[in-house]
Structures are given as structure tokens and as C-alpha cells.
């Protein structure tokens, strides 16, 4: 079984559509919880980042936490076109440990 | 201007030859990563240097080397390359207490015929 799990995709919704990322993980010694961005040909970029469970809401963008389900979630409202790329979820037990990545949902916003 | 860079861009090459992919970073963070990225888009940690010493070394062929001059750059030697070595080669940085926040750089996709 892999430490982080992520459904590939790809994920096609219409424009303005409420758009929910998940990931399990096996690890119960993850304490940081990210979500990065990838588009077509660039590198990843840090879009939300939180620390154990709970919830963090920035702009169009909700990043949950369920430890005790060992379950992430990614939503985003209101969806558009230029959100359109691959979402990879990534976690870490911190200190000098690794970051472990999910191998990333793909996106697409039909305008 | 540019946060994390890498060269070349694009680099294609037979089996069997020796090459290396360089990378800078500007934001005066204190560790640096490279990962590798197969088709299916699995990003992998391959190597992480903190302030030019190696603290992770996953595991990975001895035919990669990294090596880091100074704290702003590290660079990937690779050996005798084989075809399974195709792949997205992503460098990162971090500051040293916010690993988890990676500038990545935009990539280096390496074609071995």
C-alpha cells in the first residue's frame, strides 16, 4: 500500500462548479498537510498548506483535514478555467523528514 | 528575477552517456531537493542538501551524484544513462524550518533513446 493514495483523474467539471480533491494516507505520523499545483509543463507551487486537523479557507480554496480518518480534502468554488491543471496532495511527519506527494488529480474546467 | 532555476530545459541523449542538470536557487533558503517525476506524474524525492551538507539520500542508483558547490546551487550528475531514467527532474528549495513550503524550479525533461 502507498503512503499517500490519490485518484489520477482526470476530473472534468463545467465552469462554476464546486470541485472536491481528496487523498487518504497510511502514515499516522504526518502532521503537515499540503496541496500544490501543477500546470502543463511547469513546476508545482505551494497553493495551500495546513498543520493537523481542521480546516483553512483561502480565496476560492477550503483545505480540510480528517487525521482521524486519515483523509484530506481539497475544495474549490466557483471553479474556472485557469484552475485547470494537476492537484497533488503532499504531508510530512516534519522536522527533517521527506515530503511525500500523491501522484496528482488532474483538473479540467470546461468553460 | 527567476526564484529556482534549471538548465537545460530540455535535455535528450543516448543510452550509456553522462550528464548533468544544474540548479540555482535566489531566495536565500538553506535546502535544496531534487526529485524526479516518471509519466504518470509520481513525484519522488531523490536527494535534499541543507546548507551544502546531504541529509536525505533516498534510494536511489549510485549513478546519480549530486553535488552542492554552495548553498544557492546543487546540481545532478547522472552516469551511464539508461532508458529508465527518462523522467521530469524537478529541483526544489525550501527555508530550512519550512520544508514543507517547496519552491520548485520548472523542470528538466530528460530523453534517454
Known amino acids: 500500500q502507498k503512503e499517500v493514495e490519490q485518484d489520477p483523474g482526470p476530473l472534468s467539471v463545467p465552469e462554476g462548479a464546486i470541485v472536491s480533491l481528496n487523498c487518504t494516507y497510511s502514515?499516522?505520523?504526518?502532521?503537515?498537510f499540503m496541496w500544490y499545483r501543477q500546470y502543463s509543463r511547469k513546476g508545482p507551487e505551494l497553493l495551500m498548506y495546513?498543520?493537523?486537523?481542521g480546516n483553512k479557507e483561502d480565496g476560492r480554496f477550503t483545505a480540510q483535514v480528517d487525521k482521524s480518518s486519515k483523509y484530506i480534502s481539497l475544495f474549490i468554488r466557483d471553479s474556472q478555467p485557469s484552475d485547470s491543471a494537476t492537484y497533488l496532495c503532499?504531508?510530512?511527519?516534519?522536522?527533517?523528514?521527506?515530503?511525500?506527494f500523491g501522484t496528482g488529480t488532474k483538473l479540467q474546467v470546461i468553460p | 528575477d527567476t526564484a529556482v532555476s534549471q538548465t537545460p530545459k530540455y535535455l535528450v541523449t543516448q543510452m550509456g552517456n553522462d550528464k548533468s542538470i544544474k540548479c540555482e536557487q535566489n531566495?536565500?533558503?538553506?535546502?535544496m531537493y531534487w526529485y524526479k517525476q516518471d509519466s504518470k506524474k509520481f513525484l519522488k524525492i531523490m536527494f535534499s542538501?541543507?546548507?551544502?551538507?546531504?541529509?536525505i539520500n533516498e534510494t536511489v542508483p549510485n549513478r546519480f551524484s549530486p553535488k552542492s558547490p554552495d548553498k544557492a546551487h546543487l546540481n545532478l550528475h547522472i552516469n551511464s544513462l539508461e532508458l529508465g531514467d527518462s523522467a521530469v527532474y524537478f529541483c526544489?528549495?525550501?527555508?530550512?524550518?519550512?520544508?514543507?513550503?517547496?519552491?520548485f524550479g520548472p523542470g528538466t525533461r530528460l530523453t534517454v533513446l
Open positions: 495546513t498543520y493537523s486537523s
Open positions: 526544489a528549495s525550501t527555508r530550512e524550518y519550512q520544508r514543507n513550503e517547496q519552491f
Open positions: 502514515n499516522s505520523a504526518f502532521q503537515y
Open positions: 542538501y541543507n546548507n551544502k551538507e546531504l541529509i
Open positions: 503532499a504531508m510530512s511527519s516534519g522536522g527533517y523528514q521527506k515530503v511525500t
Open positions: 531566495l536565500g533558503h538553506d535546502t
